[in-house]
């Protein structure tokens, strides 16, 4: 499979049943809009590609996006949640998600957010002896997991790579064995193995390298006497962001990784926590072309979505595919650079994007815009956030309302001194 396209009817994008203009002129732009069908199927590839070998569970990456709409679809899907803040857990719960279905694994946490953590009950997953250390005093008994640092890596770029050597997340490879044995001395029920090797990975190896580690700790730990439930593998499945790009083959990595536990250790359960490839494909962001631009170099689509909205153009120099949705389908005639409007010269989408002769107030589509896109967003230039939709059987809902911006003032305040 290579990236997800989309129909065109009467030269209009059509995504998920509906035409794209309609989406943009009922709720206006810029705003992202989600297929919930889309979200299911996602969710239950993997599912089903991992629990054909071992019992699995798929724990959703919710900081990928943590509407509480596709919160709900998950849920009602039976997927668990990796969490990574008090503030996710407590959206969670909100969504519906049962205690004993949420992973809590932080990064650098404060000894206030895992006293408020521990109270909800979840499982946390540690990050460090000081964390431990922590919870050991918080919740004596509690049962825990640990992140472990594989020294594999793997992602769409150095600045979302997790698992290699030094890295600031998880214990050391070679300090696990002992950190499992002092957090049973120190009153703990160590009862699973966590590493995250990164994000948007697109090749089965660094995969099945990062369950050859795991199953050596396994049978490391076990030698010292704790048998773990269940191995976590983390995220990282990548998606296509190019036309011609090639998806990762699920199957196979299911089929390896599965092979390397099943061969090694006597660990029969298996926790998977993909955010993009549940969400990415599933949403496209809608944004105007506000003014088009002949900049002597080269022609600009200004358009009214920008770093604000969707940061990974400017942050990663990701790749998001970008189609006129307005004039879907036309031939291509010209060359733009994709920028909007916020006062930085790298607020861009996408740069010599050849496109139909856009105009203004055509509705442009950026794809693949569901993982890190609204939650990532910000309120740089004193933009207001931006709506989301919910597609689902040809109909859309707001689920979503777009910011005020008085409501940016809410939380501010001027010293009597100075009214
Ligand atoms: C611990 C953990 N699990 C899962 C994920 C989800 O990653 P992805 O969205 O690439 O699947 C992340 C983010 O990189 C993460 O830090
Ligand atoms: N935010 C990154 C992925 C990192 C995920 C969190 N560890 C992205 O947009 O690709």
């Given at each position: 499979m290579t990236m997800r396209d989309f129909d065109s009817k009467d030269g209009k994008m059509i995504f998920a049943g509906m035409n794209v203009e309609d989406i943009a002129k009922e709720f206006g732009t810029p705003c992202y809009v989600v297929d919930e069908q889309r979200v299911r199927e996602n969710y239950r590839n993997v599912y089903n590609a991992f629990s054909r070998y071992m019992e699995t569970e798929v724990h959703y990456a919710c900081k990928a996006n943590t509407n509480l709409a596709v919160l709900r679809i998950l849920q009602q899907e039976g997927a668990g949640i990796d969490a990574v803040s008090i503030g996710e857990v407590r959206t969670c719960l909100k969504a519906?998600?049962?205690?004993?279905k949420i992973m809590y694994t932080g990064v650098f946490v404060s000894e206030e957010e895992l006293k408020e953590v521990a109270e909800t009950g979840v499982l946390i997953n540690l990050d460090s002896v000081s964390e431990m250390e922590k919870l050991a005093r918080i919740k004596p008994g509690a049962p825990v997991s640990f992140r472990i640092t594989p020294g594999v890596g793997s992602g769409h770029g150095d600045k979302v790579i997790t698992g290699n050597k030094g890295a600031k997340f998880g214990i050391p490879k070679e300090h696990v064995v002992e950190t499992y044995l002092r957090a049973q001395d120190l009153g703990l029920n160590p009862i699973g193995i966590h590493a995250h090797i990164g994000s948007g990975g697109q090749h089965v190896e660094p995969f099945i390298e990062e369950a050859e580690v795991l199953s050596e700790l396994i049978n490391q730990i076990g030698e010292a006497g704790i048998q773990l439930q269940f191995v976590d593998i983390g995220g990282g499945i990548g998606v296509p962001y190019r036309p011609n790009e090639d998806e990762m083959d699920l199957n196979e990595m299911a089929s390896e990784v599965c092979d390397v536990f099943e061969q090694n250790t006597d660990v029969r359960k298996i926790i998977l926590e993909p955010g993009r490839y549940i969400i990415c494909d599933a949403v496209v962001l809608l944004t105007t072309c506000t003014d088009v631009k002949d900049a002597d170099t080269k022609k600009y689509v200004g358009v009214d979505a920008g770093f604000n909205t969707l940061i990974r153009p400017a942050m990663y120099d990701s790749y998001h595919y970008i189609q006129d949705g307005s004039k879907f389908g036309k031939a291509c005639t010209s060359r733009y650079d994709i920028a909007g409007p916020i006062c930085e010269t790298g607020d861009y989408l996408g740069h010599d994007r050849v496109l139909p002769d856009v105009e203004e107030g055509d509705v442009m589509v950026v794809y693949n815009a569901g993982a890190y896109g609204f939650s990532m967003s910000s309120n740089y230039n004193s933009r207001p956030l931006c709506a989301e939709v919910l597609v689902n059987e040809g109909k859309a809902e707001l689920i979503r309302e777009r910011e005020q911006v008085d409501e940016q003032w809410r939380h501010q305040i001027v010293p009597k001194r100075l009214q």
């Open positions: 519906g998600f049962a205690p004993e």
